[in-house]
């Protein structure tokens, strides 16, 4: 499964809601027997990912044309 456009607005950052959200999609794999979550993630919330135990796994192309994104994955 992939987890697309999971954002906290910044003013809201550190308070649980990123967390809550990324428990409720592994969750939601789970229930559909996924065994990991793809994140092509933001570079600034690679940080955030990591903390909640997703590890690298390359890039993924973005846009505008050139730009990647990094992937990280999360077992569920």
Do not use: K
């Not at 690679?46 to 846009?63: C, I, K, Q």
């Amino acid at each position: 499964m992939e987890l697309e456009h999971c954002w906290v607005l910044p003013a809201r950052i550190g308070r649980g809601i990123g967390a809550r959200l990324l428990e409720h999609a592994a969750a939601t794999g789970r229930a559909a027997r996924a065994s990991t979550l793809s994140i092509a993630s933001d570079p600034f919330a690679v940080g955030f990912y990591r903390r909640m135990g997703a590890r690298p796994a390359g890039t993924v192309p973005s846009t505008p044309r050139g730009r990647t994104l990094p992937l990280l994955l999360l077992r569920v």
